[in-house]
T-cell receptor, first 113, second 114 residues
């Protein structure tokens, strides 16, 4: 079972900020939060990740609550090209070399003109 | 974009035939992964490799084998294809297994088993 919970779909107006929430209430102290997105028929694309602190890169910002039980991915000025499925994932450290990522079904974001 | 090439991009094959999918990377990353993606399911890990000739099973490994004889190539073989293996297959790479290292994905192989 996925260890994160996301709304199945969201809409956003072009040019506005898109705020995608994610709950990961059972996250442990050494687990990172990752965000990926998948545009139809392409491979997932890495967006951003964080452990405790808020993070920002050229694509997005990641806000992690102080208790680390939830996070929000922010696309500051959404464009039509940001229409995609967005996955929030907790990176589990398995035994040995296996880092297991549990993928849920993500949030389907539609950016509307 | 990370230098990951999957081949073929599309394949149709018959039940019972062996099929090999190839993943080639130019990033010299140590870790490589094969996932499958099906409607109603998240990405599921089939096999992964943590170095040349070092591989291990993921959560849905039955009916699949892998080989990695060079850093840059990771092969996925369906020993005897079945209709349940109709799926989109993604290869991914990462520099390390640790939480700091993101996965980078190829653009997938769409396999249809008739």
């Amino acid at each position: 079972d996925a260890k994160t919970t996301q709304p199945p779909s969201m809409d956003c107006a072009e040019g506005r900020a898109a705020n995608l929430p994610c709950n990961h209430s059972t996250i442990s102290g050494n687990e990172y939060v990752y965000w990926y997105r998948q545009i139809h028929s392409q491979g997932p694309q890495y967006i951003i990740h964080g452990l405790k602190n808020n993070e920002t890169n050229e694509m997005a910002s990641l806000i992690i609550t102080e208790d680390r039980k939830s996070s929000t991915l922010i696309l500051p000025h959404a464009t039509l090209r940001d229409t995609a499925v967005y996955y929030c994932i907790v990176s589990l450290l398995g035994a040995g070399n296996n880092r297991k990522l549990i993928w849920g079904l993500g949030t389907s974001l539609a950016v509307n003109p | 974009d990370a230098g990951i090439t999957q081949s073929p991009r599309h394949k149709v094959t018959e039940t019972g035939t062996p099929v090999t999918l190839r993943c080639h990377q130019t990033e010299n990353h140590r870790y490589m992964y094969w996932y499958r993606q099906d409607p109603g399911h998240g990405l599921r890990l089939i096999h992964y490799s943590y170095g040349v000739k070092d591989t291990d099973k993921g959560e849905v490994s039955d009916g699949y084998s892998v080989s990695r004889s060079k850093t840059e190539d990771f092969l996925l073989t369906l020993e005897s294809a079945t209709s349940s293996q109709t799926s989109v297959y993604f290869c991914a790479i990462s520099e390390s297994a640790g939480g700091m290292s993101p996965l980078h994905f190829g653009n997938g192989t769409r396999l249809t088993v008739t």
